[in-house]
C-alpha cells in the first residue's frame, strides 16, 4: 500500500506563513508529479501548485509569487513554503502524488487525508 502523510498545518494570521510537507511511504516504484491542492466548503477542489519529477513547477495564479513547492526525492516527500498568507488561503490543503508502485504498474493517483489552514484576518 501506498499513502501520504500531511503536516503543517495550523492557524496563522494574514502576513504570515507556514510550511507544508507531505511524505509518501509504502511500496513505491517510481513518483512523477506531486502537487497540492485545497478545497474550500462548497467549492471545487483547486490546485495550488505542482512539481515534476525534474523539478518543473506550475502554480495557480493566486498564490504566485507568494507560495514555493519543492520536493526532496530521496525522501519522497513535497514542501510547500507558504508566505504572505491571506485569508483567502484559509481551506483544507491536500497532497497529491502520481506513483507507480511496481514497473508494469500503470501510475495512480494518490491523495492525503488533507491539512487544514486558516488564516485569520
Known amino acids: 500500500q501506498v499513502q501520504l502523510v500531511e503536516s503543517g498545518g495550523g492557524l496563522v494570521q494574514a502576513g504570515g506563513s507556514l510550511r507544508l510537507s507531505c511524505a509518501a511511504s509504502g511500496t513505491i516504484f517510481s513518483i512523477n508529479a506531486m502537487g497540492w491542492y485545497r478545497q474550500v466548503p462548497g467549492k471545487q477542489r483547486e490546485l495550488v501548485a505542482a512539481?515534476?519529477?525534474?523539478?518543473?513547477?506550475n502554480y495557480a495564479d493566486s498564490v504566485k509569487g507568494r507560495f514555493t513547492i519543492s520536493r526532496d526525492n530521496a525522501k519522497n516527500t513535497v514542501y510547500l513554503q507558504m508566505n504572505s498568507l491571506k485569508p483567502e488561503d484559509t481551506a483544507v490543503y491536500y497532497c497529491?502524488?502520481?506513483?507507480?508502485?511496481?514497473?508494469?504498474?500503470?501510475?495512480?493517483?494518490?491523495w492525503g487525508q488533507g491539512t487544514q489552514v486558516t488564516v485569520s484576518p
Open positions: 497529491n502524488a502520481d506513483i507507480k508502485t511496481g514497473w508494469r504498474t500503470r501510475p495512480w493517483d494518490y
Open positions: 512539481i515534476t519529477s525534474g523539478g518543473s513547477t
